[in-house]
């Protein structure tokens, strides 16, 4: 299933790595560098190249991942409380239920392709929404969420320690996953899952995906099943995403039914759009950016409006201070519709494609040409 990395490719992920490892250093002057955001940049960048794995490599859109999200959240927080709060059973258990969950829509799902594929997601996401929120509450504990309690069994923990006073939080063989150390953990799973990518894309396995993406029909006239591989791709994708929906629960023991809403599988399309669909780096990009906007754009409000623009007359101020007002706070949701319009209007490959468009210039032109052409228009597969 897998290939050898090339030169190139060892490159992209030791360069890959040195960014993420020093986030915390690098994000400092852009006001980013506190844990929890560093966090989101991790769990999401998780979230964003698992999709990609899908809609990038087969051209299939999913607007259902946010289950597999949920879903990994929730079998992350009752391992905790059934079993131990080391963060490993966790993780292994949420992507389990994940990946047996997207085997399941998938079978249902991949019958379908193009729009009727992309609405059968949904569909299948809103059913998750529902159950979770009123149908399944005693596994789910409804609309307030699932949350960890003292009187928790955890089973294995309790085997050999006494149980404290206090709730326990997550760890990792005893190191607490609070703070930076939590970010770290989220850093190393995002790496681990950047490399698996990369091994995927440079396959056989990924090379047939693409195929599937560029031509479905002729592959299968030729007699070739094309199913086995998109579910291959579909139960891939769904684990990574209950892997960023476990390594929540890591940072936040808690998992509430609002992470399997249609939202958040819109937001993750937005991030794989945004950064480049089919690129390596373009989803974990887009997923930087929308949570880096999210939390500078949803922090300001009028109060913060009318200290920034003091410097102007009162007549002036008032009327900029009410329309910048619209783009921030509960508003930003316009700011990003509007970078989002801007990059696919301007850049319809996305940042990736900026980046290669500026290599291009300033690089002597010819590196275009080597390079692969994974920023190309998605076709959804017929």
Same mark, same amino acid.
């Given at each position: 299933m897998f290939a050898n990395l090339s030169r190139n490719d060892w490159l992209l992920f030791a360069i890959f790595s040195a960014i993420v490892l020093a986030a915390p250093i690098l994000f400092m002057p852009l006001g980013a560098a506190y844990p929890a955001l560093l966090q989101k940049f991790a769990i999401f960048g998780i979230f964003a190249i698992g999709f990609n794995i899908l809609f990038g490599l087969t051209g299939y859109l999913s607007f259902g991942h946010a289950a597999f999200l949920g879903v990994g959240s929730y079998a992350a927080v009752w391992s905790f409380k059934l079993l131990t709060m080391n963060a490993i059973p966790a993780i292994i258990f949420a992507m389990i239920c994940s990946g047996l969950f997207a085997a399941v829509i998938g079978y249902v799902t991949l019958r379908r392709s193009g729009i009727y594929f992309s609405i059968l997601t949904l569909a299948f996401a809103q059913m998750s929404y529902n159950l979770a929120y009123s149908v399944l509450t005693p596994?789910?504990?409804?609309e307030t969420g699932l949350?960890?309690?003292?009187?928790?069994?955890r089973i294995l923990d309790r085997m050999f320690f006494e149980a404290g006073a206090g709730l326990p939080s997550p760890d990792f063989f005893g190191i607490?996953?609070?703070g930076y150390g939590g970010f770290?953990?989220?850093?190393?799973? %995002?790496? =681990?899952?950047?490399? %698996?990518? =990369?091994?995927?894309f440079r396959s056989p396995f990924g090379m047939m995906l693409k195929a599937v993406k560029s031509n479905q029909n002729r592959m299968m006239y030729t007699g070739f099943n094309t199913r086995p591989y998109l579910r291959s791709a579909f139960i891939i994708s769904g684990m990574f995403a209950g892997l960023a929906g476990a390594l929540m629960a890591v940072t936040d023991p808690l998992a509430g039914a609002e992470r399997m809403q249609w939202t958040a599988s819109g937001e993750v399309v937005l991030m794989t759009i945004l950064g480049g669909v089919g690129t390596l780096v373009g989803p974990v990009i887009g997923a930087v950016v929308i949570k880096y906007f999210e939390n500078i754009f949803s922090s300001f409000n009028e109060q913060a409006l009318h200290q920034t623009f003091s410097f102007l007359p009162d007549a002036l101020e008032t009327p900029v201070v009410k329309l910048l007002s619209l783009f921030v706070g509960d508003g930003w949701h316009l700011t990003l519709g509007l970078i989002f319009m801007a990059i696919v209007i301007f850049l319809p490959?996305?940042?990736m494609e900026g980046v290669k468009r500026v290599r291009a210039r300033f690089g002597g032109g010819g590196t275009g040409k080597a390079e692969e052409q994974s920023v190309a228009e998605v076709q959804p597969a017929e």
């Open positions: 596994i789910t504990n409804g949350q960890l309690a003292s009187s928790d069994p607490q996953l609070q770290y953990f989220c850093a190393i799973a %995002l790496l =681990i899952c950047f490399y %698996l990518t =990369i091994r995927i490959g996305g940042i």
